[in-house]
Antibody, heavy 120, light 107 residues
Framework: QVQLQESGPGLVKPSQTLSLTCTVS??????????WSWIRQHPGKGLEWIGY???????YYNPSLKSRVTISVDTSKNQFSLKLSSVTAADTAVYYC????????????WGQGTLVTVSS | DIQMTQSPSSLSASVGDRVTITCQAS??????LNWYQQKPGKAPKLLIY???NLATGVPSRFSGSGSGTDFTFTISSLQPEDIATYYC?????????FGQGTRLEIK
């Protein structure tokens, strides 16, 4: 049973860096069979794909966030992480991690999501 | 970015009804489309990939069709547990983009 679990602070101050980690169980990131993505959802709104990382470290970031986003991978811990710098209230959202199929880009397993609020 | 537009934005239907949601892409995306279901307070769940392929364990009352710019998602007989918001997602070009969602309610 594949499971993903997001972890990190639920409250971040404006201008600081949001940091989240996704721990994967039931699958191995280093197998190379999947990409690993981050997605966010503003309160009451739709889904915004942030970007993905591959076990090798290759990545892609959504151009809308590219200047502030870093996604990294730690295969020894079977984790991947998201950093979003210079946050504002507009970054308040539920952040999800998900397993991302290479062929169909189908996000087939998701974490439960974590609400990150940007506020002083 | 490829823009995905769903219609309607919300929909009210009765149990047993046939429900159809459309998704239009701002450019030709061939067959590169997936559908998700999201219930309140939960993560999205993959329902359909590659336009018409049901994800594992998804009931056969769900189906999808289309190609190019116009796609359709159908529930053949609405069940109470289908109350959710549905999203389409294109993967023809990065970044991956989603429709704005269609909220489905029981009449």
């Amino acid at each position: 049973q594949v499971q993903l679990q997001e972890s990190g602070p639920g409250l971040v101050k404006p201008s600081q860096t949001l940091s989240l980690t996704c721990t994967v169980s039931g699958d191995s990131i280093s197998s190379g069979a999947y990409y690993w993505s981050w997605i966010r959802q503003h309160p009451g709104k739709g889904l915004e794909w942030i970007g993905y990382i591959y076990y090798s470290g290759s990545f892609y970031y959504n151009p809308s966030l590219k200047s502030r986003v870093t996604i990294s991978v730690d295969t020894s811990k079977n984790q991947f992480s998201l950093k979003l710098s210079s946050v504002t209230a507009a970054d308040t959202a539920v952040y999800y991690c998900a397993r991302d199929g290479k062929r169909y880009r189908d996000l087939d397993y998701w974490g439960q999501g974590t609400l990150v609020t940007v506020s002083s | 970015d490829i823009q995905m537009t769903q219609s309607p934005s919300s929909l009210s239907a009765s149990v047993g009804d046939r429900v159809t949601i459309t998704c239009q892409a701002s450019q030709d995306i061939s067959y590169y489309l997936n559908w998700y279901q999201q219930k309140p307070g939960k993560a999205p769940k993959l329902l359909i990939y590659d336009v018409s392929n049901l994800a594992t364990g998804v009931p056969s009352r769900f189906s999808g069709s289309g190609s190019g710019t116009d796609f359709t998602f159908t529930i053949s007989s609405l069940q109470p547990e289908d109350i959710a918001t549905y999203y389409c997602q294109q993967y023809d070009n990065l970044p991956l983009t989603f429709g704005q969602g269609t909220r489905l309610e029981i009449k």
